[in-house]
């Protein structure tokens, strides 16, 4: 193939920055690089992405200009206020940028905010100077927005939905694996190794999914026309990796052989899953014969069950039998969706649920401790462009902003990785500064110039991991060539501007190093003790109502200073620990993390099943139940030691849970069996809950276990938390 994905990447990047270039200096518009920016920025992979993140940033920069407005008109009498003020901004913009929606939106909001308003006070511009700046702000990002959009859809447009078609085979794919490999897990074991492969493949196809949506929203009709139908789709695939998250925890604990004996067409069931399953990858193939396979699953009925049996065998049984009965309904509905997007008619098509969000408000503090980051390198910068003179001037002020953004939210990747990127540009640019341009009488060996340098530099940087190592280097190209019509040479010129991205790189490392919850090992045990404080809101609530306005307000303000989703957490330390395998060589301390991150994962997804059973009236009289309260009460008490310090969890901590557990089954079945005559229905509910609540503790004492492995090795001796580690804790 003469021409590659990359070649026409750099390519598409190259020309488009000559284009801006070109059109800004014919206009005769000052700063042309701002549109060299806007082309750095929103070069994507597909069209529709690039369309998306283009529209992204004209409204951010719309919306940064209001607030940079806004600052100047209100706080210019006092210097202290103005940088409190922006600085409040920027930082509420960081909050939101950490959102699940427009999170390219929130950060041009912050850093155009910055900009107008740092170049107003540092050149003490006029009100009407301040506007013409605004208004050339907004020309130049329209220019390099329209310049890129032009090029990628006149040459080799690549539009996204074909993309997005091509990653939902994957997705399917990948989910088909998934599930028949937790039901062979009923029958044979399979390594551990091989399911977190297929775990890993078929979240990472999910994710994808997910962002190339929103691109082809944006330049695919098809997709446009039914964009409802495609975010149904994503949303019950979501729910589809929820369920099979649910057949591997709920396998952990059945007893497969008697679920076997109880339902004898279980073989029949899966080969009529299996059909499902495959036909739904059929459709995406475009295959045309399609054929939707009827099936009945048995319910569980006093006859199958007998209540003189082992409670808790039928417990694991009937967990299990649930996730398989849901599964089959999930991809039933996913395949019948499938044929009306893919313009399959079918008789059998239900209308389209509403797409249901949380309305739930809570402070995240994840994103709280992302927004102070950025408050405090404001402030930071800011002292120190008033008190010592530092090259950039106003520049250094403005790109530390812009990337202290960045990097708050990538705490995981060092910010010294962009010293040798910073060092190749500054060399690229500065040759062109210094003995290429000076020779130049036209824009031709000018735009010749420009072509070749962003050539090479997208060309270096094309994967989707260097994206920041592109940006980063297109900005230096940017400023240290500095092109404009009226073009001035200085040879100190291109060793500022290195200076001052050496001093922004060393002064980031520097902050960020000094953050109390920038290295892992604190920030893993800062969000595990957000964790719990999460899980302790959802237990001293849970099966309890308001009473009251004034109970109504407590329990608002309760669950707003909560933390939010507790999955989302246990997402979040996910990265962490994988990173903190990478620290430790030693095996067995990365079979401990690991341990330690399926424990996490274990917890959030059987909270979430314990939560969605309690919904269900005839369990809310369980927690009633003397075994539940004490349950109930005695991990409120533990997750208040865990919230003060996660890192003494052992197994000791954990003697009362067990204690009650150990007893608290049998006594509730007989209390329960006792005081009532249960239908099928409720017996179908006693076993949900019973099993809950049981798998809930196991996973406790699984986390436990885990942190108790972990901690001599990883989380001991840390200076947050462990002033002064004790010698009774001990090493596995």
Known sequence: MLFNDRLKSALKTALAMVLAYGLALSFGWDKPMWAGFAVAFISLSTTGLTVNKGLLRFLGTMSGILCSLLILMLLTNNRWQLITGLSLIVGFCTYMSGGANR????????????????????????????????????????????????????????????????????????????????????????????????????LDSLNRFGELLEGATSDSYPVMEKKRQWRCFHQLSRELHRQLEGWRECIAIADTQHLLAIIPNLPDFEQSLTQLSENRAAIWENSKTIHIPSFILPTFSDQQIPKTDNKRQLIGDYLLYNRIRDTSTLTRQLLLLSMDIMNRKTTDCHPLQAIRKSNVLSLDYYRLAAACRVMVIMWIVFVLWINIRIPGDTAFLMITTIFGCVFTYRMDIPVKRLYWPMAKAALIASSCYLLIMPMLSSFLGLGIMLFCTSFYTSYCYSKPDQILNRVFSLLMLASITSISNVQTYDVIHPLNITLMFAVIITLLSVIIAFCPTSKPKTLSLWLIRLYFRQVRFVFRWMGKTPQGWSGW???????????????????????????????????KVNDHLRELIYALESMSYRLDMLIQCTDDTRTRQLLDQRPVSEWLETLRALFDTWIRSPETADRQALTGVEAILAGSEDRLFQNVESAMTLSTEDDEALYSFIGYYKNFCLAVSHFATAMESLRAQVFLNEPIFNKEPSHEQRTP
């Open 553 to 587: 307000v407590n329990y608002r303000a309760e669950q707003f200073c909560s933390g939010g989703d507790w999955l989302l957490t246990s997402h979040r330390l996910t990265p962490l620990l994988q990173k903190l395998q990478t620290q430790h060589d030693t095996s």
């Open 103 to 202: 999170q390219y939106f929130w950060r041009v909001t912050g850093f155009v905010t910055t900009i107008i308003t740092f170049y107003s006070i540092a050149y003490d511009l006029s009100d009407i100077k301040t506007f013409n700046l605004a208004v050339l702000r907004v020309q130049e990002t329209v220019l390099g927005i329209v310049t890129y959009t032009t090029v990628t859809v006149i040459l080799w447009p690549k539009s996204s939905y074909r993309e997005l078609q091509t990653e939902t085979r994957h997705l399917v794919a990948a989910q088909n694996r998934l599930q028949a490999a937790y039901y062979r897990l009923l029958t044979q074991p399979i390594p551990t190794s091989d399911i977190e492969a297929l775990r890993k493949a078929e």
